[in-house]
């Protein structure tokens, strides 16, 4: 349920533009000004990680969102990570996808014309979230980026309410869809804590009475309030939907919420450890997914980072794993580089080409075989599919990666009736 227009520019330029200086890095859970921008974007620009931030000031941020979309360079694009989801799914011509979430004007205009948007969706002006991006190698004063990313930050107050869920949810019926996928739930960090304690739980009844008939994708995003990551996890939502979309800073910021495995590890360093990220995957299905004695429908989740995917299902209730993370992959490597298929020139294996599949309990060592691209082992009646990822060496455009792996991986999955 959430869209937006994203504008998509250098954020040394967007900086400059702004006149604002190089700055030591600070991390800033809310952007109240543009030295706390600024601040941010050093401190995530030089650990090239990605991150999504709230902005706070209204007034200020419609002047930072006029200057970077006017900017000669910057790029408008579809953006949140349901339109982001929809319109990848639209790119199969026998799909028809249905996007609740507030559509102005320009966003309608760049959406597919396979996505069906409700009238009570539209509203007069765009939410814009603006995207920083960087380059693997770019310095901006003392700051030099590690690897190419990037950092985005919105004043979001619609997505952030969650305002067009209920509208979503009354539109089924007549859609009868074969699939929902929500996100959207980490824009609620911008609320106070009552409003988003509130609205959640008006959010999960809505949900409910989504049919159960009707498999529910969930596509997490970058948060951090550990007490509303652990709500989302243990109250409410987890055990609503079948499935779950995430990458490594969402499954750390995950562990780390809930006391789970490796919680004490702060933050990954270079490519996360394979066995490390199965064990907190192992851990939230064990936990939180679907069992004989828990009522869960969570039986699946896909992880995704630069240099390797791995997609885990609770045993008997999802075929046609291995096709599904290799597809993701594959839209990984082709969207990362805008070609239609692979291009070897263009790629790079990043991936361990050795590693172990746990470090709680007896592991066992896989090596990777080029012939044999995806990876599969068993625990306790959990599946693994591994596959490395064919990454981009000149990334034109990293946002909405997460979505397109996700959306690719949902499309090869089957779902067994239960």
């Known amino acids: 349920v959430n869209a937006c227009v994203d504008v998509v520019l250098s954020g040394v330029k967007l900086l400059e533009a702004l006149g604002l200086e190089p700055s030591d890095g600070k991390n800033h859970a809310v952007l109240n000004s543009g030295q706390d921008l600024r601040e941010a974007f050093a401190h995530f620009m030089e650990r090239g990680a990605a991150a999504e931030r709230f902005f706070s000031d209204a007034a200020a941020f419609q002047a930072i969102a006029r200057t970077a979309s006017e900017h000669p360079a910057a790029q408008l694009y579809v953006g949140g990570n349901a339109a982001l989801i929809g319109q990848k799914l639209a790119t199969n011509p ?15 205009e760049l959406l597919d014309d396979n996505v069906v948007v409700p009238p009570e969706s539209m509203q007069e002006r765009d939410e814009f979230h603006l995207i920083l991006e960087y380059q693997a190698g770019e310095q901006w004063g ?15 107050l619609s997505n952030g309410a969650l305002n067009m869920l209920e509208v979503f949810v009354s539109s089924l019926d007549e859609f009868q869809p074969d699939l929902v996928v929500l996100s959207g739930l980490h824009m609620m960090e911008g609320q106070s804590k009552e409003m988003r304690q509130r609205r959640l739980m008006e959010a999960m009844a809505s949900i409910s009475d989504i049919p159960t008939d009707i498999p529910i994708h969930l596509e997490l995003a970058s948060m951090t309030d550990q007490d509303f ?20 800073q969402e499954l750390l910021f995950l562990t780390q919420s809930a006391s789970g495995p490796h919680a004490s590890l702060t933050s990954w ?20 997914g679907k069992t004989a004695e828990r009522a869960s429908d969570l039986t699946r989740i896909h992880f995704h ?5 791995i997609l885990v299902t609770v045993d008997g209730h999802w075929g046609n794993q291995a096709a599904a993370v290799a597809a993701g992959a594959r839209a ?3 969207q990362a580089c805008a070609t239609d298929t692979i291009d070897t020139s263009k790629v790079f294996l990043k991936a361990p080409l050795e590693f172990v599949t746990s470090h709680t309990e007896a592991p066992s060592k896989i090596s990777l075989n080029p012939d044999e691209p995806v990876v599969h082992w068993h625990r306790e009646g959990i599946s693994f599919h591994f596959t490395p990822v064919l990454v981009c060496k000149d990334p034109v455009r990293t946002v909405g990666l997460g979505d397109a792996i996700s959306a690719e991986g949902l499309l090869y999955s089957e779902l067994y009736s239960q």
């Open 269 to 288: 360093s270079g490519i996360p450890d394979v066995g490390v990220v199965s064990d907190i995957l192992f851990w939230i299905l064990k936990e939180h």
């Open 229 to 248: 990551m652990s709500n989302i996890m243990h109250q409410q939502v987890f055990p609503l939907v079948n499935s779950i979309g995430l990458n490594e």
């Open 332 to 334: 990984a490597g082709t």
């Open 142 to 156: 003392r700051v030099r980026a590690p690897t190419a990313n990037r950092f985005i930050f919105s004043h979001d």
């Open 305 to 309: 980072t630069l240099a390797y995917h």
């Open 94 to 108: 026998d799909l028809k996808i249905l996007l609740c979430g507030p559509v102005g004007p320009k966003l309608h």
